[in-house]
Every structure is written in structure tokens, then in C-alpha cells.
């Protein structure tokens, strides 16, 4: 696994924002609110669009593996 202290810090981001989701005062200082089906569908679209062309990037070797 490379880069773990990376993956860490995203992971206690994650488990934070999870935690503090969960108390309101949190949410409403932080404006969270709970993503709509078009949300996720735009975050997994590009999330999905953005690993493809990362993948053709490297298989024409524009980026270094």
C-alpha cells in the first residue's frame, strides 16, 4: 500500500465528518446535509470518468505508471 499516511488522514477525515454528522450543531455549522440520488449519481459518474482516463493517460503512457 502506497502512501498509507495519506490513506490514513483520509480515512480520519472520513470517520470525523461521519462522527460529527451525527450531532446537529455540527451539521448546521458545518452546512451538511444529506446528498440527493443526482448527487451520488454526478459523484460516481466523474468519480468513474476520472479512474477511465487516468487509465487510457496511462496506457498511452502521457502519465508514469
Known sequence: MRNRYVWYAVASGIVIIGFLYQFEV????????PLTIVDWLVIVIFSFLN???NYLAKQF?????
Open 26 to 33: 455540527f451539521r448546521e455549522v458545518l452546512a451538511l446535509y
Open 61 to 65: 503512457n502521457i502519465i508514469g505508471h
Open 51 to 53: 479512474m477511465f482516463i
